[in-house]
T-cell receptor
Framework: QKEVEQDPGPLSVPEGAIVSLNCTYS??????FMWYRQYSRKGPELLMY????GNKEDGRFTAQVDKSSKYISLFIRDSQPSDSATYLC????????????FGSGTQLTVLP | EAGVTQFPSHSVIEKGQTVTLRCDPI?????LYWYRRVMGKEIKFLLH????????ESGMPNNRFLAERTGGTYSTLKVQPAELEDSGVYFC????????????FGPGTRLTVL
């Protein structure tokens, strides 16, 4: 069983839609949660970084963490064609190991 | 400020050959990480340097892979001899020693082993 599960999609939505991206995890030691955005042939770009249960908002993006359910989400409001990319969830523990554990990524297309 | 840079962007080699990938982290970042993504799989951790020291190499697949970071600046990842299953995209990331350890990724090197 993978430590982090992410629906690979692909997900296609019309411009202006609200997008919901989700990951579940099995390792209760994960304490820090990230969402990265990756455009084609580019490296992952950090979007959101959270370390506690609850919501964190940054512009059109909201990250939600529910540690009791081992479930994290990224919501994109008023989606734009420029949001078309692969979205990766990533997590790490609070110990000395700093490696990130990634989900497989969800490919999102926002249609104009 | 320049981001993480990687060279080459793409490498095509034959099975049994040697390839060396290079990563230049963001200036001042003491933490340097290597990850890779093989076809159809998620990005996986390979190893972590703090300055010139290997802090964690638990993700290195076997002894055909050798990573170095002489002087605590740029890093190289050598694959010798390359096998077909080594094909994938190799990412480098860097972060500051203190703080939240936000990892910034480079564009990756796409390695194809024929």
């Amino acid at each position: 069983q993978k430590e982090v599960e992410q629906d690979p999609g692909p997900l296609s939505v019309p411009e202006g839609a609200i997008v919901s991206l989700n990951c579940t995890y099995s390792n209760s030691a994960f304490q820090y949660f990230m969402w990265y955005r990756q455009y084609s042939r580019k490296g992952p770009e950090l979007l959101m970084y959270t370390y506690s249960s609850g919501n964190k908002e940054d512009g059109r993006f909201t990250a939600q963490v529910d540690k009791s359910s081992k479930y994290i989400s990224l919501f994109i409001r008023d989606s734009q064609p420029s949001d078309s990319a692969t979205y990766l969830c990533a997590m790490k523990t609070s110990g000395s190991a700093r490696q990130l554990t990634f989900g497989s990524g969800t490919q999102l297309t926002v249609l104009p | 400020e320049a981001g993480v840079t990687q060279f080459p962007s793409h490498s095509v080699i034959e099975k049994g050959q040697t390839v060396t990938l290079r990563c230049d982290p963001i200036s001042g970042h003491d933490n340097l990480y290597w990850y890779r993504r093989v076809m159809g799989k998620e990005i996986k951790f390979l190893l972590h340097f703090v300055k010139e020291s290997k802090q964690d190499e638990s993700g290195m697949p076997n002894n055909r892979f050798l990573a170095e970071r002489t002087g605590g600046t740029y890093s190289t990842l050598k694959v010798q001899p390359a096998e077909l299953e080594d094909s994938g995209v190799y990412f480098c990331a860097s972060s500051q020693l203190a703080g939240a350890d936000t990892q910034y990724f480079g564009p990756g090197t796409r390695l194809t082993v024929l």
